[in-house]
């Protein structure tokens, strides 16, 4: 069974910096797709930033220039860095494969203060 495991959240003052962190159990990390989603109070999950296995990477037009996703396969880990972070941001953010999508983990919070 593929589960995603998410880390790195927590409370920051706007204009602050996250860097949030993914790893997979039961598939092989360095040919995995990797996505970032997130879901804020009273809305439906988006689609945030994607990584190819080969390195390509996308973003949704609310993040670009903030955010950079990437990916270590060495270590078998997936990361979101947030810069520049907006209280808009505020959401429970999750990873998971945009290609085949699995069973969504807990996700880790992410609280940006005005």
């Known amino acids: 069974q593929v589960q995603f495991v998410e880390s790195g959240g927590g409370l920051v003052q706007a204009g602050g910096s996250l860097r949030l962190s993914c790893t997979v159990s039961?598939?092989?990390?360095?040919?995995?797709?990797i996505g970032w989603y997130r879901r804020a109070p009273g809305k439906q999950r988006e689609y945030v930033a994607g990584?190819?296995?080969?390195?390509?990477?996308n973003y949704a037009d609310s993040v670009k220039g903030r955010f950079t996703i990437s990916r270590d396969n060495a270590k078998g880990t997936g990361f979101l860095q947030m810069n520049s972070l907006k209280p808009e941001d505020t959401a429970v953010y999750y990873c998971?494969?945009?290609?085949?999508?699995?069973?969504w983990g807990q996700g880790t919070q992410v609280t940006v203060s005005s």
């Open positions: 998971n494969n945009p290609r085949y999508l699995r069973a």
């Open positions: 039961g598939s092989t990390f360095s040919i995995t797709d």
């Open positions: 990584i190819s296995s080969g390195g390509s990477t």
